[in-house]
């Protein structure tokens, strides 16, 4: 262990002179902040209820006031078990209220929680295997002579892969491959560090069925993962497209000027290049089949979630076809489990093996679970105290009064500093669309474009924002400079807001 991550360990790294630097909290400590935050405005927010349809949504103008439902210490008991109802929370068929032990629906978020641990042993046995760590390898070393479709295919594959399925941590493994290749091309660092942090980026960005934010932002706003698919896929097609023109401009320039870099060239680069020329092992028959084993689990997904007949007849309450599958978080984690199994022993893992990488999967992931209980928790401290209505009320005159297309924009801006400020996609998912989602009502927009919106808005975040480890973990080792990669990204980020945007105002028109 280095003195900087010794420092790390002892409460955070130190300034020069001895004095600790700020690290900003994390997702678990802003979330409980939150927690004990919105339980004291309990006290200061009037309670009160909407009057709701067959299908729970609130109706507009039938907001009442009601009395505060219990005293302090019944309060303060929501406040003590608010993680606990955020994962198992039953909402009483009576009362309204969630507790562990009530009768009536789970409110808790125990499905998408599962759902988490799922995905996570899945992936976790899929790199396991090493099949497409070799295979981004492979295209790599194959298009090495082709920087231009180099870079377009790197950034492609990671697109694809932050679409379906989240691809984002997973991307600071890749450095050691992607670094020394584009410098033997003739590029440099920042062209390496585009191609990682905005390909795998844009793809979260535009999610298409990405379980950790579309798929938690659409649980918590009450619609099918597929609800808005259609929008996204074209999204996700033009703004990768738009993307990757962008990093091939900066890259084409410097390759022609050198001088003209951002990040200049270190000492040894040279050297870093000759290893490039290395060529990786080839793809074994087993690979292939893992690939190919991957690529259908998240094909079935994409099937199995979407709303077929709404989606080819234009209907939103169309009768399902016979074949539609219409899965949940509950149907998706067993797909997961499963799958991971099957790929584990398709990959000859052994039984010992292939136990603990499950397990170690599930482990890894526990954090952005949690996040996703402590936000629910926030919810259910809301809920019980009936405060969510009158927040609603709060906001229902300015939003009936405003075009569906501003809503759409405006949910996008909002949702800007509460990214910054919880950079866990799913932990912010959790906390906002309870709000939000029942406002697109009130504006007359879909609420598949609320969480168009907010996606959009969590991902341009996180492809700048120094409380990701994405970013702040990539340009370390790329060795780029933080300051230097803003001064790259932000005319990209810029015009990345206009697209999305004009989409989200598409999107609420159609």
């Known amino acids: 262990m280095d003195a900087e991550a010794e420092d790390a360990t002892a409460g955070g790294p130190k300034a020069p002179g001895g004095r600790r630097r700020f690290v900003f909290p994390s997702a678990l400590t802003v979330l409980a902040a939150v927690t004990i935050a919105v339980w004291i405005l309990t006290f200061v927010i009037p309670a009160g209820t909407y009057k709701r349809n067959a299908d729970g949504r609130p109706l507009q103008g039938t907001y009442h006031r009601e009395a505060a439902p ?31 032990d009530a009768t009536g629906a789970l409110y808790g978020s125990a499905g998408v929680f599962l759902f988490v641990l799922a995905i996570g042993a899945f992936i ?80 979260v960005l535009a999610s298409t069925v990405n379980p950790f934010s579309t798929g938690v932002a659409s649980s918590a706003a009450d619609i099918s993962l597929g609800d808005g698919i259609g929008l996204r896929f074209v999204m996700w ?23 003209r870099s951002l990040t200049g060239f270190l000492p040894g680069d040279r050297e870093l290049a000759a290893e490039a020329a290395a060529e990786p092992p ?17 094909a079935f997904m994409v099937f199995s979630v979407i709303p077929w007949a709404s989606a080819l007849t234009g209907e939103a309450d169309a009768t399902p076809y016979a074949w539609e599958l219409g899965w949940s978080f509950a149907q998706l984690a067993a797909l997961f489990l499963v799958a991971a199994v099957l790929i584990g022993l398709l990959a000859r893992l052994g039984e010992q093996r292939l136990s603990a990488t499950i397990v170690q999967g599930a482990a890894d992931f526990i954090a952005p679970a949690l996040v996703i209980v402590l936000a629910r928790g926030v919810t259910v401290v809301m809920t019980n105290a009936k405060i969510i209505d009158t927040v609603l009320h709060t906001v229902e005159s300015t939003v009936s009064g405003t075009p569906p297309v501003v809503f759409a924009i405006l949910v996008y801006v909002v949702n800007l500093p509460l990214a910054f400020l919880i950079p866990s996609t799913s932990g912010h998912a959790t906390l906002a669309m309870p709000l939000l989602a029942p406002l697109a009502g009130f504006a007359d927009v879909p609420r598949s474009v609320v969480v168009t919106a907010w996606q959009s808005a969590s991902g341009v975040m996180n492809l700048w924002v120094p409380t990701t480890a994405v970013v702040m973990g990539g340009v370390a080792l790329a060795k780029v400079g933080y300051d230097k990669y803003l001064r790259f990204v932000w005319p ?8 999305i945007c004009g989409f989200v105002a598409l999107g609420a028109l159609m």
């Open 124 to 203: 976790t046995v899929v790199f396991a295997t090493g099949a497409l760590d070799r295979g981004i390898e492979r295209l790599a070393h194959r298009l090495r002579d082709r920087g231009a479709l180099l870079i377009a295919g790197v950034m492609t594959v990671f697109s694809l892969l932050g679409t379906v399925e989240g691809f984002a941590e997973e991307t600071l493994g890749f450095y050691g491959l992607i670094v020394p290749l584009m410098l033997a091309l003739g590029y440099d660092r920042m062209v390496a560090t585009g191609t990682i942090i905005l390909g795998a980026g844009v793809g």
């Open 282 to 298: 080839e793809l074994t028959r087993l690979h292939r089949a893992v690939l190919v084993a991957v690529t259908l689990v998240f």
């Open 70 to 100: 219990g005293g302090f210490l019944h309060r303060l008991g929501d406040l003590f078990l608010a993680p606990v109802n955020g994962l198992y929370g039953i909402r009483d068929t009576v009362t309204g209220e969630v507790a562990p």
């Open 492 to 499: 990209l980020l810029v015009l990345l807001t206009v697209l």
């Open 237 to 259: 097609v033009v703004l990768t497209a738009v993307t990757i023109g962008y990093v091939l401009r900066y890259a084409h320039r410097v390759r022609a000027t050198p001088g």
